[in-house]
């Protein structure tokens, strides 16, 4: 298997070879004691050495017996054990061969389908999201992506914490071990042909590597990320990022408001849920908004148009007309009624 093939998590259950082959120890010692107690019990057994059976006796011939060595020291000396060792005793030995045998089976088979699903995941890998850190960020940023209706297979996650791996496989999503100011794991993430990078480490230093690279191996894609420092957000936008999210600043900032105006804060709070209460969304200009945007304030309130990438607010003057290749942010209210869910 490639280290490509190997390095990729994928969700689903999984059974790991610790777990297996200890399930089948706890089977084949179940085996052994059924047979064992079935001899010192059930009687009709003898040892030559003495003409009787222990209950020590009982573990050896069983062990000897259901792994078919066989040395017959112990033998059946009754009808009744002969009968036993028939209809119990050599279906135990055939469960224990199909035991050996299905390990090692189950363990090749399991490999095969592993390889399998990751190179079927890797062939429909086009226009994903690739996102660099799962801590409280990064899973913020994987569970709003899929409140917006983002497909669970789109999104692959790149973190070296093996708890923040199975939290993300937890959510349906793929997951991959490794630092992602590699270039090696970014391209094992197909970052090369990535249609958006979230940018989520908990080191302002490793976010700006993280840019770097990523931008790169991808000069098209949307690369969003995070830093604690307001003073670093600039190195994050001169190493490619289109987006900067200043955490300790925009939490700074919304405590302060929370002192002198505390509704701003909640209304804000709820901008930034998805699905419920109010929500912004973006979307292109449709035909019945072509015209002057007080027209459409009335169905959708609209706080800005970006247009040819020029973010406008909706009271500046080139933005009272709606031409055709606009995009519209604007917010959307979700009431008791609409249950919240993706928009449209």
Known sequence: MSDRTRHVELPGHHTTAPLLIGRRI????????????????????????????????????ASVSVTTTGYGDIVPA???????TTLLVTPARVLFLILLIGTTLEALAENTRRAYRVRRWRAHLKDHTVICGFGTKGRAAATTLLRRGADPES??????SEEAR????GMGLAAMPGDATSTEVLR????????????????????????????????????????REDENAH???RSGANSVITSSGGAG????????????VEVLEDLLSVGEGLDLLQRP???????????????????????????????????????RGDQLVYLRSYGPRDGGGAPP
Do not use: K, Q
Request: overall charge negative; aromatic content about 4%; hydrophobic content about 50%.
């Open 155 to 160: 999104i692959v996650v790149i973190d070296e």
């Open 26 to 61: 706890a089977v084949a010692t179940g085996l052994i004691v059924f047979v064992a107690l079935l001899t010192w019990l059930g009687g009709g057994y003898e040892d030559p050495r003495d003409g009787r059976v222990s209950l020590p006796d009982a573990f050896y011939y």
């Open 235 to 237: 190195l994050l936008r």
């Open 188 to 227: 094992s993430a197909e970052a090369a042909s990535a249609r958006s990078i979230v940018v989520a480490p908990h080191r302002d230093d490793a976010a700006v590597l993280m840019t770097l690279t990523a931008r790169e191996l991808n000069g098209d894609a949307m690369i969003a990320a995070a830093v």
């Open 253 to 264: 900032r919304m405590l302060g408001l929370a002192i002198e105006t505390p509704r701003v």
């Open 78 to 84: 009754t009808d009744r054990a002969r009968l036993l």
């Open 285 to 323: 200009v449709r035909d019945e908004d072509l015209g002057p945007i007080e027209e459409v304030h009335s169905r959708d309130p609209v706080l800005a148009v970006v247009r040819d990438g020029e973010l406008l607010r909706f009271d500046h003057e080139r933005a009272a007309t709606l031409c």
């Open 166 to 169: 199975d939290r993300a496989t």
